[in-house]
Nanobody, 119 residues
C-alpha cells in the first residue's frame, strides 16, 4: 500500500518560513521523482517544485529563489523549504510521487497540507 503523508503546514506571517515534509512508503523512493503541487481556492492545481531520483530540481517561476526542494532517500522523505512567504502562496500543498511499478508509470498523491500566509 502506497502512502504519502505530508506535514508541516500552518499559518505564517508574510515574510516568514515553513518547511513541509512528505514521508513516502510502499514505493521505491530512490527512483521516484518527487513533486510538490499546490492548489489555491478557485484555482487549478499547479506544479511548484520537482526533484528527480538523482537530485535534479526544477521550480515554478513564482517560487524560484524562495523555495527549496530536497530529499533524503534514507528516510524516504521529500522536503519543501519555503521562505519569504507571500499571501499568494496560500494554498493546499500536495506531495506527488511519479514512479515506476514493475514497468508501468504511476502517480501517487498525499492528502495535502494547508499553508496560510496572512498577517
Amino acid at each position: 500500500q502506497v502512502q504519502l503523508v505530508e506535514s508541516g503546514g500552518g499559518l505564517v506571517q508574510p515574510g516568514g518560513s515553513l518547511r513541509l515534509s512528505c514521508a513516502a512508503s510502499g514505493i521505491i523512493f530512490s527512483i521516484s521523482a518527487m513533486n510538490w503541487y499546490r492548489q489555491a481556492p478557485g484555482k487549478q492545481r499547479e506544479l511548484v517544485a520537482t526533484i528527480s531520483g538523482a537530485g535534479s530540481t526544477n521550480y515554478a517561476d513564482s517560487v524560484k529563489g524562495r523555495f527549496t526542494i530536497s530529499r533524503d532517500n534514507a528516510k524516504n522523505t521529500v522536503y519543501l523549504q519555503m521562505s519569504s512567504l507571500e499571501p499568494e502562496d496560500t494554498a493546499v500543498y500536495y506531495c506527488n510521487a511519479h514512479t515506476i511499478v514493475v514497468t508501468t508509470p504511476k502517480d501517487y498523491w498525499g492528502q495535502g497540507t494547508q499553508v496560510t500566509v496572512s498577517s
